[in-house]
Nanobody, 119 residues
Framework: QVQLVESGGGLEQPGGSLRLSCAAS?????????MGWYRQAPGKQRELVAA???????NYTDSVKGRFTISRDNAKNAVYLQMNSLKPEDTAVYYC????????????WGQGTQVTVSS
């Protein structure tokens, strides 16, 4: 059993910052997993926002490059998303994902945290 629990969402004004956290627990060797942050806005498909490999390589969707930073702390079984210069279009439910391909695919999701950017 693996659990991913997100925190840090909320209401923020345009131009502000939020830091999302995702804590993993249960039967997971966290350091082996690629971790990602996804988001889903009302009426839209879920999209990948940022990802970090187990080796620390990162990638971002174009709309957040230069504003968002993903990081991980394997000692704490945690992944973070620092979001700066927030825009109203960043409003969405943000989900944490853990993924490992070892022949079988191990794929886990958190319950999501709401981020609302509005004045």
């Amino acid at each position: 059993q693996v659990q991913l629990v997100e925190s840090g969402g909320g209401l923020e004004q345009p131009g502000g910052s939020l830091r999302l956290s995702c804590a993993a627990s249960g039967s997971i060797i966290f350091s082996l997993y690629a971790m990602g942050w996804y988001r889903q806005a009302p009426g839209k498909q879920r999209e990948l926002v940022a990802a970090i490999t187990r080796g620390g390589r990162t990638n971002y969707t174009d709309s957040v490059k230069g504003r968002f930073t993903i990081s991980r702390d394997n000692a704490k079984n945690a992944v973070y998303l620092q979001m700066n210069s927030l825009k109203p279009e960043d409003t969405a439910v943000y989900y944490c994902n853990a993924n490992l391909r070892l022949g079988p695919v191990y794929d886990y999701w958190g319950q999501g945290t709401q981020v609302t950017v509005s004045s």
